[in-house]
Structure formats: C-alpha cells, structure tokens
C-alpha cells in the first residue's frame, strides 16, 4: 500500500481537548460552510476567534468535508490566523 498526497491541511494557533487537537480550517461541501474543527473531536467553531458565541453545536452538518486551499482561505481573510500546515496523505 502507498501514501498519495491528497491536500494541505492549514491550522490555526490554539488547541482543544488539552493539547492534542490542532484546529483546523475545514470547508464542507454540501453547505459550502467553512469552519474550525479540531482534528480530535470535531468540535468547530464558525470562525477562528474560537470565543463561545462562535462555537457551534455538536453534529451540526454532516457530509462530506475537505481541505480548503490557501487561495479560498485568504479570500475569507484568515489567512492571518494561520499559525502552519502540512500535507494530509491517504493511504492507496
């Protein structure tokens, strides 16, 4: 089995469950919503200031969901709030 590039995952600074959930910039496609959805338990938030009143519930969407590219993340202007990347692989 191999690894195939797949996209580049950009994160934001802050983390959830303690430190082990990176909070990612994530879009999904049926809605076309972009969000901030921790790599751990999914929790996301509407935008990248992640104070409560842009938390949203548990199980809001469902679908499927991808990794936007820098150029759809600096047109939403938050591309200020990255804070790294790196290149999300699947296995083939």
């Known amino acids: 089995m191999g690894m195939k590039q797949h996209s580049t ?6 983390s959830c469950c303690g ?3 990176n909070l990612i910039i994530r879009q999904w496609i049926n ?13 996301e ?12 519930p548990r199980n809001r969407e469902h ?3 991808r990794n936007p590219t820098l150029e759809e993340i600096e047109a939403l202007g ?5 804070y ?3 290149i999300d692989y699947e296995c083939v």
Do not use: F, T
Not at 31 to 43: F, L, Q, T
Not at 47 to 56: E, F, M
Not at 78 to 82: C, E, F, M, T
């Open 9 to 14: 995952k950009y994160w934001i600074r802050g």
């Open 19 to 21: 430190v082990q959930g």
């Open 31 to 43: 809605s076309g919503n972009y969000v901030i959805m921790c790599d751990d338990c999914e929790a």
């Open 45 to 56: 938030w509407k935008h990248p200031d992640l104070g409560d009143s842009n938390r949203l």
């Open 63 to 65: 679908g499927d969901i």
């Open 78 to 82: 938050w591309d200020k709030y990255i």
């Open 84 to 86: 790294g990347n790196y």
